[in-house]
């Protein structure tokens, strides 16, 4: 974990760097798939005393108490921990917009996870992830609606109350929908109505999607019938994303907007290897890796890919090649496309840099002048590079892992392991925080190969860098060092 951790990947992660009341801090937050999960900020938003109204006895008393209302019980599964919980309940929770909903619409309960009777409803409830958001019928205690996380707008968070609201006035339950699709005996209401249940629940679309084309779309399609696809097709496979593909520029058109083709055509790409990996399926997932160009991903977008679906049908033997390829991959580039990775990744960290300092509430010159500092830090600078850096020493230090097991890598994967490593050393020397535990790794695969006093000047290197650049905890490498030198 610290090798994966410690190096920033500028993919996942986004680090500001703030000035706020004459001190300097970090703002580290993670993006997810449908989501941001807020982990840490230090930044005080304006809030407002009218919030959401907790009830303050137990689980049951609060179900009841929703029964007898005939509201929903809305439960709040954090634990003590737990970042974004904390940043929900002190950004989101006292906010009046957040409060006029939930208070209106229903019972409200806080339950922590890990303490009383909090350690039976998070197994009754299958919790798993914090924070959980659990919508409860008050009758039965049955889930009408959960999600997992913390989004990144108020809008959102009160977005999960109204599915849920959807939810409960929904007279059919999600199996009484499939039993009537799969009998096959329902009409384009029935059908648009199903679909439309199975995007609240984030269930893939594709079977019901083709069946509502085949039978109630006739060409030329409708304007309707065409924003109705493109709402509820959420991916590349099927007669749904040709329809869309033939009728881009009308949907542009629609959205008013340029990109939206574009964005929408990328974002369902990805819902597409992520389905064939959810589903193990080979055959779909090597046709759909086979058009990344066609969709102008490059290769370290296809090995994440390839490592989720590698991993998840246990193909250590395609697993190993994936990771060989990649990282030979990166080893081989050029100079030049090393720093075209960073312009990129400078380019799109710009960007989110932009937002994020926005949705913070900065303006004007306060804002550029955050912004500017965050654009000359070199994590930003060089992000490409570190980027690559990461990746090639997570591969290395897998490697390097497996001496004390019984898979035991032969000399050849030693050596091949050091070489990503060197690489991985030579590109994260602008940044300290991710040459540190890189360089170390470096070391460890040079003693493991007999060559002491190469890793040890290595080892005293980074040691020295971080003393420099004032690294607080070098505990761990000054350890190793000395280990070394017996």
């Known amino acids: 974990l610290k090798r994966i951790n410690e190096v920033p990947h500028s993919q996942s992660y986004i680090f500001l760097y703030l000035i706020s009341n004459n001190q300097t801090n970090y703002l580290h937050m993670k993006f997810q798939k449908t989501f941001l999960v807020i982990a840490c900020t230090l930044l005080s938003f304006n809030l407002i005393a009218q919030g959401i109204h907790f009830e303050t006895g137990t689980f049951s008393e609060a179900l009841s108490k929703a029964a007898k209302l005939k509201k929903p019980l809305y439960v709040d599964v954090f634990t003590t921990w737990c970042g974004p919980c904390k940043m929900m309940a002190k950004n989101y929770f006292p906010n009046k917009k957040v409060g006029d909903y939930f208070n209106e619409h229903f019972v409200n309960f806080q339950i922590d996870a890990e303490k009383g009777e ?45 599915v849920a609201m959807l939810e409960t006035n929904d007279p059919m339950t999600l199996q009484q929908y499939q039993n009537k699709y799969n009998a096959g005996k329902y009409d384009e209401a029935f059908l648009k109505k199903y679909i439309e249940k199975n995007k609240r629940l984030d269930i893939n679309n594709d079977a019901p999607l083709a069946q509502y084309i085949k039978q109630f779309v006739v060409m030329p399609i409708s304007e309707e019938q065409l924003v109705f696809i493109a709402t509820y097709q959420n991916g590349i496979v099927g007669n749904g994303y040709k329809i869309m593909a033939d009728n881009k520029d009308a949907l542009n058109k629609h959205f008013k907007s340029d990109g939206y083709w574009q964005n929408w055509q990328e974002r369902a790409y990805r819902n597409s290897l992520s389905n064939a990996i959810d589903n193990k399926n080979q055959v779909l997932f090597d046709d759909l890796i086979a058009r990344s160009k066609e969709f102008d991903q490059d290769e370290t977008f296809v090995h994440y890919y390839q490592q989720g679906f590698y991993t998840a049908t246990k193909n250590k033997i395609a697993l190993k090649k994936s990771n060989e390829t990649f990282a030979n991959f990166i080893v081989n580039l050029s ?107 470096y070391a460890h695969l040079l003693f493991a190969q007999n060559q002491k006093e190469a890793a040890i000047k290595i080892q005293r290197e980074a040691i020295e860098r971080g003393k420099k650049d004032n690294i607080e905890d070098l505990k761990d490498y000054e350890d190793y060092l000395a280990e070394m030198m017996k």
């Open 118 to 162: 909090g350690l039976v409803v998070a197994k009754k409830y299958a919790v798993t992830g914090y924070p959980t958001n659990l919508f409860l019928d008050g009758k039965s205690g049955s889930v009408v609606y959960r999600t997992s996380g913390m989004p990144s707008e108020v809008d959102g968070f009160i977005n999960f109350g109204t």
């Open 335 to 441: 100079p030049q496309a090393i720093e075209s990775a960073n312009a990129k990744m400078r380019s799109e960290l710009e960007k989110q840099i932009t937002w994020q300092v926005g949705q913070m509430g900065y303006k004007d010159d306060s804002a550029q002048i955050i912004i500017d500092l965050n654009l000359n830090l070199p994590r930003v600078q060089f992000a490409g590079q570190l980027n690559y850096a990461s990746s090639l020493n997570t591969l290395a230090w897998a490697i390097y892992e497996q001496i004390e097991t019984s898979n035991k890598p032969s000399n050849e994967e030693l050596k091949m392991a050091r070489l990503w490593a060197q690489k991985a050393y030579e590109f994260s020397k602008p940044e300290t925080e991710s040459f540190l535990p890189i360089a170390d790794t």
